[in-house]
């Protein structure tokens, strides 16, 4: 079976070390987003794991923007190569 853009926002996520996904976290808390988008509550971000991050990330902004952000955060975070991996599994995926 294929990869999803949520299968592999998952496994991005999943790769973030405790120390780096706390970090992912609270960058995402403060980046913003485009205005027909609604943030996710603070209080769900702090409490969600990579799991419920994916989660809550697709629920919130759909798979192709959820991609796109969680790229700028992981940038944001000097994350660059997880970024780069994860940007060419989303090409490949629309290809």
Do not use: C, W
Not at 19 to 40: A, P
Not at 41 to 58: D, G, N
Not at 67 to 79: G, K, S
């Amino acid at each position: 079976m294929a990869k999803t853009p949520s299968d592999h926002l998952l496994s991005t996520l999943e790769e973030l070390v405790p120390y780096d996904f706390e970090k992912f976290k609270f960058k995402l808390q403060n980046t913003s987003v485009q205005k027909e988008h609604s943030r996710i509550p603070r209080s769900q971000i702090q409490r969600a794991r990579p799991v419920k991050m994916a989660t809550l990330l697709v629920t919130y902004y759909g798979e192709e923007y959820a991609v796109q952000l969680t790229l700028q955060v992981l940038r944001a975070i000097n994350q660059r190569l997880l970024a780069e991996e994860l940007h060419r599994a989303a090409i490949q995926e629309t290809n």
